[in-house]
């Protein structure tokens, strides 16, 4: 479990756009039709992580908790599934199922391509969108990790998500994300 940060898009970037297959509905689904009025919060997970498993139950419960509120969470694997099975798209369709489909979508990146467009590195890789998409945090969900005992809280997201709705500037003191490595495909 080899620990790597996230690489922090810089701020006010607009969200680059995509067409995703969505693993739990089988549709193609665009970013402009799956985006919050309010906010848009992009996940960059997979299913094996022991990062992402460590954070799954405040995860769902942003996604859930803030629904309502008009941000919609997008969730995005990009991992090889040829050296990483687990993460294919039947599996993350069930694992949808296991986490009771909190998310608008959980979509696969199979050519890689969105994950680099957002500068993804690890998984979680955390990405908060205003209403006009542009990117108000990048970070980690807290100070958690399954190498330390803190608890999980979400703190530092929900802080951001909070100022979003409240129309407040957030910090840009923002603190990476701490993951497990993008899984790559091999470059031919």
């Given amino acids: 479990m080899a620990?790597?940060?996230s690489t922090m898009l810089p701020l006010h970037t607009i969200a680059p756009d995509f067409c995703l297959p969505d693993t739990v509905t089988g549709r193609e689904c665009a970013l402009q039709a799956l985006k919050?009025?309010?906010?848009?919060?992009?996940l960059f997970i997979c299913n094996h992580c022991p990062y992402v498993l460590h954070i799954k139950q405040q995860l769902i419960a942003i996604a859930r908790q803030y629904a309502p509120l008009g941000i919609s969470t997008i969730a995005i694997s990009a991992n090889d599934i040829e050296n990483y099975p687990q993460d294919a798209p039947d599996k993350m369709k069930q694992l949808m199922a296991d986490w009771?489909?909190?998310?608008?979508?959980?979509?696969?990146?199979?050519?890689?391509?969105?994950a680099r467009a957002y500068q993804a590195a690890?998984?979680?890789?955390i990405y908060l969108f205003d209403a006009d998409l542009a990117c108000v945090y990048r970070g980690r969900l807290d100070g958690a990790t399954p190498k330390n005992d803190m608890p999980v809280?979400?703190?530092?997201?929900?802080?951001?998500?909070?100022?979003?709705?409240?129309?407040?500037?957030?910090?840009?003191?923002?603190?990476?994300?701490?993951?497990?490595n993008i899984k790559w495909k091999n470059a031919d």
């Fill in 3 to 5: 620990a790597t940060a």
């Fill in 36 to 42: 919050g009025q309010q906010g848009t919060l992009i």
């Fill in 100 to 114: 009771g489909n909190p998310f608008s979508a959980y979509l696969y990146d199979e050519t890689q391509d969105v």
């Fill in 122 to 125: 690890c998984t979680p890789d």
């Fill in 153 to 180: 809280t979400g703190e530092d997201l929900r802080k951001a998500l909070e100022n979003v709705l409240a129309g407040l500037p957030i910090t840009e003191e923002q603190l990476p994300s701490i993951g497990c």
